[in-house]
């Protein structure tokens, strides 16, 4: 007879879930069984790391729209989870986590530190996701399992905890008394899909007509709605600046005259510049988080706001939007494109961006044609871009691997191409992440880049890669620091030294780690040994690592390069700050809103940095 595991993955099944990635253990071996009778349609990937199961899940519902699945053992396993949940419940992505309990009459026993491996993971897990519920019953698990598919893809999307005890796991499935339904709306974000009122749309669209020096400001919600090819329709007609955050790169090809890049404290140069001569900025799908607000500097007193996002509580989170605009970002961007009509000139706007981009760009070109030992980052990244096919993934790791791929690699066509943990920014993302990717995406190339430092965190997962013979790239920008911490401590402390990855007679081995673990590792010193080395690694059939040693005192944050070649002091930072309301004005050239808005973040110029 089938036991409750049968039920739980052939429930995955039809929801439509391919993979699951984690951690058997005697808890859950139910569900791996009931896994394996089903490979047809479901596969499970077998992880080194818990943690990482939840990283690779979360590229898996980066590229797909549906749910991650991810399955740990209770306690030790389950206790690795919250560093992947944070990430998606902050990056808005559907994620399900399946974790092991003990049998449910055991569960006093923990209080009393007899049960093994056992704590309080309801409430554990009701901290880092959007819901979680233990599961009291057989009976009652196909209502949570439906529950948590629902959750997860609905309204706002993130991660679920769905805790079954092992008693439950390991009980007869009698299919003619607990039946299984599931609810395929549930199946692939968004939930379901919305639109803005006629009126609202109007008077947006009268906005962005009004407006001399329109922004467009995309963020990762385009994604999450699949609505790449129609923001990029929108831009196309819309007349003016298109930037995006990290996690909404590919909204728009970034090849476009009107794509300035990615705003970013360590984006693109041309965006951060170009955004703050804009009299309207419309927020696309985009929390208007600390780094994409350029630390809430963004907007400005005399902006006129028009946000999209399907979360009302966005909507004047951290200023009042002159038109908020409620619902899908897909629905509602084609609502905008159709009232705005034919498209709006506005050519001296046009030639300042040119005229931006182009200093921008002749910057980045004498920093890539460095011939510096040790090697520049945008050497390595100019060599990268030109290998990087339409089909190609990117999975990028957190700190400066983030800025060199945003400035330096730049989006060819509309579409998420690009893998950024923004949600939280933690190390360690890459590697695992590309692990999801290439399973979901057997037939392309992944490429990762990750600093030293974060490439550290998860070096064990090379083993999966090569086990699971996927075709990914990783690239190790090896400065032997923990680069962004380095340099805040230089500038800001000036003589503290707890960033050093390694002593000047010892250089971490990445590549040499890699071969012994299965992959081809290739090490690079020179910058005439880049291309070389890059198309051995594209060629081969298989994972592998490419370690280049480049300059630790490189950085893509343009405050650190500007404290850094003036050579100025600097102040440090603000232990804390008084928040107080301040109202915001509207250009002149825009109508008034109804009310005033609300600035909730003082600033001053240090904090800006």
Not at 97 to 106: F, K, M, N, T, V
Not at 227 to 251: H, M, Q, Y
């Amino acid at each position: 007879m089938a036991h409750i595991g049968d039920l739980v993955a052939e429930m995955l099944a039809q929801y439509g879930t391919e993979l699951v990635f984690g951690m058997p253990g005697g808890q859950t071996t139910a569900l791996h069984d009931g896994i394996s009778r089903r490979s047809d349609r479901i596969r499970h990937v077998l992880m080194r790391d818990e943690r990482n199961a939840a990283y690779a899940a979360d590229a898996y519902a980066r590229l797909t729209g549906k749910p991650g699945v991810c399955d740990v053992t209770v306690g030790p396993g389950a206790n690795l989870l919250p560093a992947g949940f944070l990430e998606a419940l902050n990056a808005s992505i559907p994620m399900i986590g399946i974790i092991g309990e003990l049998p449910l009459d055991w569960l006093p026993l923990k209080e009393k530190g007899i049960a093994s491996q056992g704590f309080d993971q309801l409430s554990f897990f009701k901290t880092c996701t959007k819901d979680a519920w233990l599961v009291p019953s057989v009976t009652a698990l196909p209502e949570l399992i439906r529950t948590a598919y629902r959750t997860a893809t609905g309204g706002r999307p993130g991660p679920v905890a769905l805790i079954i005890p092992h008693d439950i796991f390991d009980a007869e499935w009698d299919e003619d008394l607990v039946k299984i339904t599931v609810d395929d709306r549930a199946m692939q974000v968004p939930f379901l899909r919305s639109a803005a009122p006629a009126a609202s749309i109007a008077e947006a669209a009268a906005l962005i007509r009004r407006a001399k020096r329109p922004a467009l400001v995309c963020g990762g919600g385009v994604h999450g709605s699949d609505a790449a090819a129609e923001v990029t329709a929108l831009a196309d007609r819309f007349g003016g600046l298109v930037v995006t955050s990290l996690s909404g790169k590919g909204a728009v090809p970034e090849t476009r005259d009107y794509a300035a890049g990615v705003l970013n404290p360590l984006g693109s140069w041309a965006a951060i510049e170009l955004v703050k001569e804009a009299d309207l900025i419309v927020w696309c799908g985009s929390k208007v988080s600390q780094n994409t607000g350029m630390n809430w500097t963004l907007p400005g007193p005399e902006q006129a706001t028009i946000t999209i996002d399907c979360d009302a509580m966005e909507h004047g989170r951290t200023f009042r939007p002159t038109v908020p605009l409620l619902g899908d970002v897909r629905e509602i961007v084609s609502q905008l494109d159709a009232a705005l009509g034919k498209p709006v000139a506005r050519p001296d706007w046009m030639a300042r961006i040119a005229e931006v981009k182009a200093e921008g760009e002749a910057a980045k070109a004498a920093e890539i044609a460095s011939d510096a030992v040790p090697v520049q980052p945008p050497r390595v990244m100019a060599e990268l871009a030109k290998r990087i096919g339409p089909d190609d993934i990117v999975v990028s790791d957190a700190s400066f691997s983030a800025g060199w791929i945003a400035g330096y690699i730049p989006a060819q066509q509309p579409g998420r191409q690009f893998l950024y943990a923004r949600g939280q920014g933690g190390l360690g993302y890459s590697v695992p992440g590309a692990i999801g990717a290439a399973a979901t995406r057997p037939g392309a190339r992944i490429v990762t880049v990750a600093g030293d430092g974060a490439f550290s965190y998860t070096v064990g997962e090379l083993a999966t890669q090569a086990q699971q013979g996927q075709r990914i790239v990783n690239v190790v920008l090896n400065n032997g620091r923990l680069g962004w911490i380095q340099l805040w401590q230089e500038i800001f402390f000036k003589n503290v030294q707890s960033a050093l990855l390694e002593t000047q007679s010892v250089v971490p081995g990445f590549a040499g780690a890699a071969t012994a673990l299965g992959l081809k590792g290739i090490y690079v010193e020179k910058p005439d040994q880049i291309a070389a080395a890059l198309d051995e690694a594209f060629a081969h059939d298989g994972p592998s690592v490419v370690e280049v040693r480049v300059d630790d005192l490189a950085t893509p944050i343009h405050s650190f390069k500007r404290r850094m070649k003036e050579g100025a002091d600097a102040p440090r930072p603000r232990p804390g700050t008084v928040y107080k309301l301040r109202d915001y004005k509207i250009s002149p050239d825009l109508p008034e809103p109804a009310e005033a808005g609300a600035d909730l973040h003082p600033r001053t110029p240090e904090q800006v940095d």
